[in-house]
């Protein structure tokens, strides 16, 4: 389910119609399944990293939760863990405060400071979650997370950065800039606060004549409803980072960046030579940005760690073919600017004799048994396709005492029919994660139950 995609093809098909090049989009989605306890360690352990269970972690912080809904979750599937949250939007902190309360998530702490807390705040966390704040803040605000972020990090705790890139959205910050002040002047419709922009276009402006993201951009913008559009860039400026800069940021604090939060090759689909010298870079910062640029990468989570505990290969391997997963269908957002470097759907890529369908939706598969036939190397790089492209979700070794109860009330809490489209979620407690309502509504009970989302 592709929450932000209205016009082009579906994960994995490239046909003619798809557009040459995906115009950047702002990530509207209210939780984010790729910044959760479950799915992260399900990165660092697939990166090579020894890291406990989520069930595990005593302790995390979100500083800056654009995805106002994720902390809400990891504390619903988590709840003997305590979550403590920051932002520099108090509506954002009111709305997140207010589900909390009406979930009963008595460990979800609110942390109402003008600045983001630090160690001298919140105790040592085994998780920082950074969301929506480097992309939107000035260089001594970001400065400032990011010292705050590290020193809230014990030893081998995981770090997530979530951010716009320079390479995905630098071309469009003067435009958004002119929209977000034509929306002060007091423009509300999409058509009146881009009607400059696409005016100088029709007459041969050359900045979007000459970079065909920009003139796609405007194009996605037009068609888009007019509150979407002001909503989507009202609310924070635009300052997008870059890998290099955060990684450069967060060394000086001895934490070093382990992998991206999604475990898919999008080079796969580029012509060789590309991938072959992106992937022969002589430095992991250098190859992680060569591949940016290669597929225009929009948008970013890295996983990062303060100590690294690689283990032996053969032991990593072991543990990617034996990761248990479910069929779901996740809200999946645009993160790359090409169509050949979208991850393919689960549907396309299973066997074609389904022997393997009624065991993911009713208790789960692992990685290995999906793909028998397979190489052990193809089996991982079709799971990471899979994954990526929120087909299958890994499946919780167990579940902590009172998450089927917490779980349970955030899914009521949630489902509300005074509460909006895009915050209605089921909380599924075996997959530590929330599924879409619009998805979970056509599931049997049976179903229903096998991913752990009770009565609400």
């Given at each position: 389910?592709?929450?932000?995609?209205?016009?082009?093809?579906?994960?994995?098909?490239?046909?003619?119609?798809?557009?040459?090049?995906?115009?950047?989009?702002?990530?509207?989605?209210?939780?984010?399944?790729?910044?959760?306890?479950?799915?992260?360690?399900?990165?660092?352990?697939?990166?090579?990293?020894?890291?406990?269970?989520?069930?595990?972690?005593?302790?995390?912080?979100?500083?800056?939760?654009?995805?106002v809904l994720t902390p809400a979750v990891a504390a619903?599937?988590?709840?003997?863990?305590?979550?403590?949250?920051?932002?520099?939007?108090?509506?954002?902190?009111?709305?997140?405060?207010?589900?909390?309360?009406?979930?009963?998530?008595?460990?979800?702490?609110?942390?109402?400071?003008?600045?983001?807390?630090?160690?001298?705040?919140?105790?040592?966390?085994?998780?920082?979650?950074?969301?929506?704040?480097?992309?939107?803040?000035?260089?001594?605000?970001?400065?400032?997370?990011?010292?705050?972020?590290?020193?809230?990090?014990?030893?081998?705790?995981?770090?997530?950065?979530?951010?716009?890139?320079?390479?995905?959205?630098?071309?469009?910050?003067?435009?958004?800039?002119?929209?977000?002040?034509?929306?002060?002047?007091?423009?509300?419709?999409?058509?009146?606060?881009?009607?400059?922009?696409?005016?100088?276009?029709?007459?041969?402006?050359?900045?979007?004549?000459?970079?065909?993201?920009?003139?796609?951009?405007?194009?996605?913008?037009?068609?888009?409803?007019?509150?979407?559009?002001?909503?989507?860039?009202?609310?924070?400026?635009?300052?997008?980072?870059?890998?290099?800069?955060?990684?450069?940021?967060?060394?000086?604090?001895?934490?070093?960046?382990?992998?991206?939060?999604?475990?898919?090759?999008?080079?796969?689909?580029?012509?060789?030579?590309?991938?072959?010298?992106?992937?022969?870079?002589?430095?992991?910062?250098?190859?992680?940005?060569?591949?940016?640029?290669?597929?225009?990468?929009?948008?970013?989570?890295?996983?990062?760690?303060?100590?690294?505990?690689?283990?032996?290969?053969?032991?990593?391997?072991?543990?990617?073919?034996?990761?248990?997963?479910?069929?779901?269908?996740?809200?999946?957002?645009?993160?790359?600017?090409?169509?050949?470097?979208?991850?393919?759907?689960?549907?396309?890529?299973?066997?074609?004799?389904?022997?393997?369908?009624?065991?993911?939706?009713?208790?789960?598969?692992?990685?290995?048994?999906?793909?028998?036939?397979?190489?052990?190397?193809?089996?991982?790089?079709?799971?990471?396709?899979?994954?990526?492209?929120?087909?299958?979700?890994?499946?919780?070794?167990?579940?902590?005492?009172?998450?089927?109860?917490?779980?349970v009330r955030l899914t009521a809490t949630l489902l509300?029919?005074?509460?909006?489209?895009?915050?209605?979620?089921?909380?599924?407690?075996?997959?530590?994660?929330?599924?879409?309502?619009?998805?979970?509504?056509?599931?049997?009970?049976?179903?229903?139950?096998?991913?752990?989302?009770?009565?609400?």
């Amino acid at each position: 389910m592709r929450t932000d995609d209205r016009r082009d093809v579906e994960p994995g098909k490239d046909d003619a119609s798809a557009p040459r090049s995906i115009p950047p989009r702002v990530d509207l989605r209210r939780f984010r399944y790729e910044l959760t306890p479950t799915w992260l360690q399900m990165s660092a352990t697939w990166a090579g990293e020894s890291v406990g269970a989520a069930s595990t972690f005593d302790r995390i912080a979100w500083l800056g939760c654009r995805s106002v809904l994720t902390p809400a979750v990891a504390a619903a599937v988590h709840p003997q863990t305590s979550v403590h949250v920051w932002d520099p939007s108090p509506a954002r902190l009111a709305g997140l405060a207010s589900v909390a309360r009406d979930a009963a998530l008595s460990n979800l702490v609110i942390q109402e400071r003008p600045g983001p807390p630090d160690e001298s705040i919140v105790s040592p966390c085994d998780l920082v979650v950074v969301d929506g704040v480097l992309d939107s803040s000035d260089p001594a605000r970001r400065d400032q997370v990011l010292d705050a972020a590290c020193s809230l990090l014990r030893p081998g705790a995981l770090m997530a950065v979530a951010y716009r890139t320079v390479v995905g959205w630098g071309e469009v910050v003067p435009l958004v800039r002119l929209l977000r002040h034509r929306v002060r002047l007091g423009q509300r419709k999409s058509s009146e606060v881009l009607a400059p922009l696409e005016g100088l276009r029709a007459h041969g402006a050359a900045y979007p004549a000459v970079r065909p993201a920009v003139g796609a951009w405007l194009d996605d913008l037009l068609d888009a409803p007019s509150d979407e559009v002001v909503g989507s860039y009202l609310a924070d400026d635009l300052r997008p980072a870059s890998h290099a800069q955060v990684s450069e940021a967060l060394a000086a604090h001895a934490v070093d960046f382990v992998s991206l939060a999604q475990q898919y090759d999008p080079l796969e689909g580029a012509p060789p030579v590309v991938a072959q010298r992106v992937r022969a870079a002589a430095s992991v910062v250098l190859r992680e940005t060569l591949a940016d640029l290669a597929i225009r990468r929009t948008a970013r989570v890295d996983v990062y760690r303060l100590g690294r505990c690689p283990v032996e290969e053969s032991v990593r391997n072991a543990a990617v073919l034996g990761t248990s997963v479910m069929e779901t269908r996740l809200a999946v957002a645009e993160t790359v600017g090409v169509p050949w470097a979208r991850p393919v759907a689960l549907r396309e890529c299973l066997p074609t004799d389904g022997s393997s369908s009624s065991d993911l939706q009713r208790g789960g598969s692992c990685v290995r048994e999906l793909w028998p036939g397979e190489s052990a190397l193809n089996q991982e790089r079709l799971a990471g396709q899979a994954l990526a492209a929120g087909s299958i979700h890994p499946v919780r070794d167990e579940l902590p005492d009172g998450a089927a109860e917490s779980t349970v009330r955030l899914t009521a809490t949630l489902l509300r029919s005074t509460r909006p489209e895009q915050d209605r979620f089921a909380v599924s407690a075996r997959l530590g994660t929330a599924l879409p309502a619009t998805y979970t509504h056509s599931l049997s009970l049976e179903h229903r139950h096998a991913l752990g989302i009770g009565a609400s």
